[in-house]
């Protein structure tokens, strides 16, 4: 598999900078498959193989360039996080674009997902279980010169969920994350303006109360979102028939 083998240096995050610039110009975009605040994602082909676009319109800057950053962490590839394929900024009709190309999922966002299909206790628990594995992997520093620093997501919710083809989970949209070592206990927060989703944000980031200087905080305010996805999924199970 072609995305499988090839996006990816060997040190778990997407392809070299100078390889990245040319995936962006060997795209086809074929349809518009979802819009949001940030821009569109398009389903687009690259070498016969369906990959997704993230186009970010040009006052989202922000949020391209630390979804970019984050992506290009070493170590940051796994089966719950979001395959990244390549990153670019591109011109077209008279316009600066800014690309974020990830594998496809035809599956869509986990809420899309929920809202056609009613679940069994075991698909259930298979997609309750691939999320927190994905969390875990964000939230874990891995030390060593080719380490990963621990990152907080700050914007966990259903629409930032992926479905795969096997009904294992993978999370996206790492615009908002935050990234801390312990070895420099630097907390990396970034400069997006962007906040999260009020559905989804924990009482002391409502009150504003949250210990912003912590990064226990922010993996706090992940697990609470996370208890309101997981409700979702729950209320789309059927139990005992």
Known sequence: DLLNDDCTTGSGSGLPFLVQRTVARQ??????????????????????ENVAVKIFSSRDEQSWFRETEIY???????????????SDMTSRNSSTQLWLITHYHENGSL???LQRTA?????????????????????????????????????????????KSNRQCCI??????????????????????????????????????????????????????YGLVLWEITRRTAVNG
């Open 27 to 48: 795209i086809t975009l074929v349809e518009c498959v979802g819009k949001g605040r940030y821009g569109e994602v398009w389903r687009g082909v690259w070498h016969g």
């Open 111 to 113: 809420y899309d997902y």
């Open 172 to 225: 996206a949209d790492l615009g908002l994350a935050v990234m801390h070592s312990q070895g420099s206990d630097y907390l990396d927060i970034g400069t997006n303006p962007r906040v999260g989703t009020k559905r989804y944000m924990a009482p002391e980031v409502l009150s504003e109360q949250i210990r912003t200087d912590c990064f226990e905080s922010y993996k706090k305010t992940d697990i609470w979102a």
């Open 72 to 86: 290009n962490t070493v170590l940051l590839r796994h089966d719950n996080i979001l395959g990244f394929i390549a």
């Open 119 to 163: 679940l069994d206790v075991e698909t259930c628990l298979g997609l309750a279980a691939s999320i927190i594995c994905g969390l875990v992997h964000l939230h874990v520093e891995i030390f060593g010169t080719q380490g990963k620093p621990a990152i907080a997501h700050r914007d966990l919710k259903s629409r930032n969920i992926l479905v």
